[in-house]
């Protein structure tokens, strides 16, 4: 425990008696003060039966009994006697076991004589350790045993908060038990109360992931705006650390998601980090969308949407359907091609968006033709179209991009979705793909058709070629597009790590050469350090065939030239450096890259193991 003594495991003004915690003594009724019409005789019996149980001395309650017995005329000796009697000293034991243990560790090769197999389970054990492990222990029985009833009861004898709860929630041990429990009984009123002493005492950034926390507005705005500044300081990479959690607690309750968004809704107007909040408040709404909740009206509420009723009643239903129709898309194409458009904000929902994926680029989707040029137009007025707006008015709309996009991805729709087009025939257009590819939204739509596409079962099977061109199309965007990084290796890690069991053996190593050499070229492109960890994630976990390991090194090696990064050394370095791979790579002649590699690395920076 941070603060105290070794031995100052468990104290008795921290916790009371085990009684207070579990179910050992029934210490959870009231204490009223001695008043009049009580018989002395049952005052005293009933006080001097509380004296004789176990640790009794130890309850918060032993003054409120001691005033009540001596009120009505009880005798000192029979309380000196019966406390001293059931006096267990059950914390008192525990620290004196964990000082044992302590010492032990301390003198174990100094003053003790201790067995080969005693010195072999204390060896490279500090004494921080042992008191961590008294107090894990000590945890796994408080949540075991917890009474919420007695808990309650305990905590409204006392008047105010007891000393021991502040003591308590001043150590991280003791916040985390309180967050455990406060998940396991979101009901008990002691636990409320102590999650909201945590968060008045400025540990609110440690409370994410209690649901108690979103029954209390104080706490959870606290606790919003804490987590919320986190992920905005962060970047990218801590968006995805801490996005699951966040996203969890803000879709604790419909109460919770309105609050949130809504205040997300005002800072994403600022001028500065407004599109980042913007982009947490859409990540929040996909996640709540998996998690099968209907929050479409919520995010058009606190859009532009109101402004526009028809609009909003035709995305709406869209959205809550969770599939695009023609007699809807026909009112937003109506409006959008009108002189006088609504903001094209109403239409960039990325789960409005996701659904024209699902309809212009799916493998078997079916559209109306009738209608297909209002579905393109849509898709392409929300991705291209450039508005600048002052003081809530537009002052202008830029539509030089509409055409164009909209002619791009018609033409991909026509070569991807066309189910008489080949393999070989897809080869022949490769340049009017990488042409159209350059339009961010086009290269989303093909890395959608990839995913669907190389996903089926057969898909490998019936490849002649060494690199089949649907993957020849993420590399060309992972060139162009930066940003789709992450999700061309989302994919390329899922066939990676997906058993193709209709190939032979040789037939899957080649195919995951060819994968690796995807991400090779996608490291090329700049994402280096996503790639190389999850090499790295391979090779410790043992799951990935060692000669595949070696491949992706010899492949990076031909590709890189110093100088290195800090980060790339610290995650590349100890892959080459395992035995199984710095010595089985053969090189021809006298130039070893591996070699000049590690010598480069040691000679030019300070290596962390």
């Known amino acids: 425990m941070a603060g105290t003594a070794p031995g100052a495991i468990m104290d008795e003004d921290y916790f009371g008696s085990a009684a207070e915690w579990g179910d050992e003594a029934d210490s959870g009724q009231q204490e009223d003060d001695y008043g009049e019409g009580e018989d002395d005789a049952e005052v005293q019996q009933e006080c001097l039966h509380k004296f004789s149980t176990r640790d009794y001395i130890m309850e918060p309650s032993i003054f409120n009994t001691l005033k009540r017995y001596f009120q009505a005329g009880g005798s000192p000796e029979n309380v000196i006697q019966l406390l001293s009697e059931n006096y267990t000293a059950v914390a008192q034991t525990v620290n004196l076991l964990a000082e044992w243990l302590i010492q032990t560790v301390t003198q174990r090769t100094e003053r003790l004589p201790l067995s080969p197999s005693c010195f072999h389970l204390l060896s490279g054990v500090e004494p921080v350790q042992v008191q961590e492990t008294v107090e894990n222990h000590l945890k796994s029985l408080l949540i075991k045993h917890f009474d919420p009833r007695k808990a309650d009861s305990i905590f409204t004898e006392e008047g105010e908060t007891p ?13 985390d038990l309180f967050y455990k429990l406060a998940e396991a009984h979101p009901d008990c009123l002691m636990l409320n109360f102590t999650v909201k002493l945590i968060s008045d005492a400025g540990y609110q950034g440690e409370i994410t992931s209690v649901s108690t926390a979103c029954q209390q507005l104080e706490v959870f705005s606290r606790v919003l705006r804490t987590s919320l500044a986190t992920i905005l300081d962060g970047g990218e990479e801590n968006l995805e650390k801490n996005l699951p959690e966040f996203a969890k607690m803000v879709c604790h309750g419909e109460h919770t998601y309105l609050f949130a968004q809504a205040m997300m809704s005002v800072l994403a107007q600022e001028e500065q980090g407004g599109s980042a909040v913007r982009r947490i408040a859409q990540e929040v709404q996909r996640f709540a969308q998996e998690k099968g909740h209907d929050a479409s009206q919520i995010t058009l509420a606190l859009g532009t949407a109101a402004s526009y009723p028809r609009a909003c009643q035709a995305l709406g239903a869209m959205l809550s359907k969770g599939a695009l129709n023609p007699a809807d898309i026909t009112v937003l194409f ?88 080949g393999a070989s025939e897809l080869v022949a257009e490769l340049s009017t793909l990488y042409q159209c590819i350059r339009f961010p939204v086009v290269a989303m739509g093909v890395l959608k058709w990839v ?55 040789m037939e899957q190593l080649e195919l995951k050469k060819t994968l690796l050499d995807r991400m090779v070229h996608l490291l090329s492109r700049g994402y280096v350090l996503p790639v190389v960890s999850y090499i790295r994630k ?67 920076f300070i290596l962390v193991n």
């Open 334 to 421: 109506k409006m959008f091609t009108s002189m006088d458009p609504p903001p094209v904000e109403l239409i960039r929902v990325p789960a409005f968006l996701d659904l024209f994926m699902q309809s212009l680029f799916k493998p078997g989707a079916r559209i109306n033709q009738d209608h297909k040029h209002k579905y393109i137009h849509i898709l392409a007025y929300a991705a291209s179209v450039v508005e600048t707006w002052k003081k809530n008015k537009r002052v202008s709309i830029n539509k030089d991009e509409l055409k164009s996009t909209s002619k791009a991805v018609e033409t991909v729709h026509n070569l991807c979705c066309n189910e008489n087009k």
């Open 163 to 175: 000393a021991w709860l502040e003591q308590m929630i001043a150590h991280t041990t003791w916040r």
């Open 451 to 505: 995913d669907w596409t190389v996903s089926e079962p057969r898909y490998f099977q019936l490849q002649t070629d060494h690199t089949p061109v649907h993957l020849a199309l993420l590399d060309e965007i992972s060139t162009c597009h930066q940003l789709l990084h992450p999700q061309v290796l989302q994919l390329l890690v899922k066939l990676f790590e997906t058993e193709h069991s209709q190939l032979d053996v």
């Open 538 to 604: 391979c090779l410790e976990k043992l799951d990935t065939d060692i000669s595949l390991i070696r491949y992706f090194v010899t492949e990076v090696l031909d590709v890189i030239a110093p100088p290195y990064t800090s980060d790339f050394v610290q995650l590349f370095l100890p892959i080459l450096e395992n035995d199984s791979i710095a010595g089985t790579i053969k090189t021809e002649g006298e130039h070893d890259p591996v070699a000049e590699f590690i010598a480069h690395c040691k000679s030019n």
